[in-house]
């Protein structure tokens, strides 16, 4: 599986067909299906849609938020992990 950079502050994430779309000027550039990617990041003032972000959490896919200059800015992690009933259990005993 692949990363999707969005690195132009003039891009977008949306939703077109259930896939993911790049977009510039409202012009789809690229299209993605969600199984090719296995994270997200978006640079600066890169945006994404409601749906593109609905589509990703659906898909248990992690977006990346950074500046432009690549610094970290946050995390959208789609649900827990099963690995936390796993830790709990191992303290149980």
Do not use: C, K
Request: no cysteine.
């Amino acid at each position: 599986m692949a990363l999707l950079a969005l690195m132009d502050g003039d891009l977008r994430l949306s939703v077109r067909a259930g896939a993911l779309t790049v977009e510039r000027g409202g012009h789809a550039i690229q299209t993605v299906p969600t199984h090719a990617i296995s994270e997200v990041h978006l640079y600066g003032a890169a945006e994404m849609s409601t749906a593109a972000r609905n589509l990703l959490l659906g898909e248990r896919i992690d977006t990346v938020f950074l500046t432009a200059d690549g610094r970290y800015r946050g995390r959208l992690v789609a649900g827990a992990g099963r690995s936390g009933a796993l830790r709990l259990a191992q303290y149980a005993l």
